[in-house]
T-cell receptor, first 108, second 115 residues
Framework: QKEVEQNSGPLSVPEGAIASLNCTYS??????FFWYRQYSGKSPELIMF????GDKEDGRFTAQLNKASQYVSLLIRDSQPSDSATYLC????????FGAGTTVTVRA | DTAVSQTPKYLVTQMGNDKSIKCEQN?????MYWYKQDSKKFLKIMFS???????INETVPNRFSPKSPDKAHLNLHINSLELGDSAVYFC??????????????FGPGTRLTVL
């Protein structure tokens, strides 16, 4: 079983819609959870991190964490073409383990 | 100012050669990392150093040898390059390890192509 699994993409959403990205992890001892965005040919950049159960909002992005279900998600509201990228879920115990990523395409 | 920089950006070489990639961070972070991202975009940690001390060494062939002369620099030397080493190698740094301090900042990547 992979340590971090993300819903397979690609995910195509119309401009202005909500993009929903899901991630599950296997290690119950994981403490911190991160979402990174990676544009094609570029390096990953942090969108947000979360370490408490519940929701965390930052602008158009909302991360949701449910440690009991070992589940973390990212919602992108009012999706823009500039949100088209691969989104990487990362989970931290003693190291950062990344999922394979979900590619999002926002259609204008 | 570039926070995490890597050189070179592109590296094309023949099988069997030895090559090095250099990384520098000016964020004042204590921890630095090397990651490999393969053609399927899967990002996997290779090594981590905390204040010049090796703290993570994943199952990486011993042809790969990291070196950290000081906490701002982490280099990666690869001996006897193989076709399967072709990938993008990212350097990253974080303030420390654990919790929010795990937030990692990535360099621009080095695209290694082995012919």
């Amino acid at each position: 079983q992979k340590e971090v699994e993300q819903n397979s993409g690609p995910l195509s959403v119309p401009e202005g819609a909500i993009a929903s990205l899901n991630c599950t992890y296997s290690d119950r001892g994981s403490q911190s959870f991160f979402w990174y965005r990676q544009y094609s040919g570029k390096s990953p950049e942090l969108i947000m991190f979360i370490y408490s159960n519940g929701d965390k909002e930052d602008g158009r992005f909302t991360a949701q964490l449910n440690k009991a279900s070992q589940y973390v998600s990212l919602l992108i509201r009012d999706s823009q073409p500039s949100d088209s990228a691969t989104y990487l879920c990362a989970v931290s115990d003693y190291k950062l383990s990344f999922g394979a990523g979900t590619t999002v395409t926002v259609r204008a | 100012d570039t926070a995490v920089s890597q050189t070179p950006k592109y590296l094309v070489t023949q099988m069997g050669n030895d090559k090095s990639i250099k990384c520098e961070q000016n964020l004042g972070h204590d921890t630095m990392y090397w990651y490999k991202q393969d053609s399927k975009k899967f990002l996997k940690i290779m090594f981590s150093y905390n204040n010049k001390e090796l703290i993570i060494n994943e199952t990486v062939p011993n042809r790969f040898s990291p070196k950290s002369p000081d906490k701002a620099h982490l280099n990666l030397h690869i001996n006897s390059l193989e076709l399967g080493d072709s990938a993008v190698y990212f350097c990253a740094s974080s303030q420390a390890t654990g919790g929010a301090m795990d937030t990692q900042y990535f360099g621009p990547g080095t695209r290694l192509t082995v012919l």
